[in-house]
């Protein structure tokens, strides 16, 4: 599992014990931390020190979630002979109780499977009427634009087979922010098995959100720009 942080300290251990939780067997825990000044690699090493599954690659400023996640999973292949790769993020907005679903799901024959607010079974607690709005334009607008059938493009809790992930972390993706999850599924659409995986995102309770006006802009010019 692959987890870019920025300023995410007080969400580490949380995450960490939701995921023993989880029980899923073999899981080794990466994350990638772009230098957050308020102390969020030093509470991952404190864990690393009793947690032998738990591993940090730290980056020295923010360069942007896509690039995290690629750094990530080729540090992945660097050291271990995973099966099965996944990326959440840090912020207990993507339940660890959703895991054993979605690597069950790529066991199974998924090259991709995506942890979906949009098909039957999932959901969202905490969202205000904007920002719901915001998110189904979202993604309406990527499946249009790109040719995507997926109902919740920019989720980005997702299991990928090793296939797949050799091949995100191998590409020239245009996209290094928020942006890289539909980048990802216009990279594989036509190659692999994509399946979504129902689950209920929650709002986050601590630190705050990335996500801001500018990176809202970027992402319908860069879908605009993979489309041409």
């Known amino acids: 599992m692959v987890v870019p942080t920025y300023n995410e300290k007080e969400n580490i251990t949380p995450l960490v014990e939701s995921l023993e939780r989880a029980g899923v067997p073999g899981l080794s825990l990466l994350f990638v931390d772009d230098g957050s000044p308020d102390g969020t690699a030093e509470e991952v090493k404190r864990l690393m020190e009793e947690k032998s599954w738990i591993r940090l690659l730290e980056r020295p400023k923010k360069m942007g979630i896509g690039s995290a996640y690629q750094d990530g999973f080729k540090a992945a292949f660097d050291s271990t002979s995973p099966d099965v790769l996944v990326e959440m993020d840090a912020d207990l907005q993507h339940p660890a109780s ?7 799901a790529v066991n199974e024959g998924a090259d991709v499977a995506i942890a979906s607010r949009y098909i039957p079974g999932g959901g969202i607690s905490g ?5 719901r709005v915001v998110s189904r334009g979202a993604n309406g ?11 919740d493009a920019t989720s980005g809790y997702r299991a990928f087979s090793r296939a797949a992930a050799e091949a995100v972390a191998q590409a020239e993706l245009p996209a290094k922010g928020f942006e890289f999850q539909v980048a990802t599924l216009h990279l594989l659409k036509d190659k692999l098995k994509i ?3 129902p689950f209920t995102f929650t709002e986050r309770t601590a630190g705050k959100s990335k996500l801001g006006l500018a990176d809202v ?12």
């Open 98 to 104: 959703a895991l054993p679903d979605l690597v069950e």
């Open 127 to 131: 969202w205000g009427r904007l920002r």
């Open 141 to 151: 607008y990527a499946r249009s634009m790109l040719g995507l059938k997926v109902k």
């Open 195 to 197: 399946v979504e995986v």
């Open 217 to 228: 802009a970027r992402f319908f010019v860069a879908v605009l720009r993979m489309a041409l």
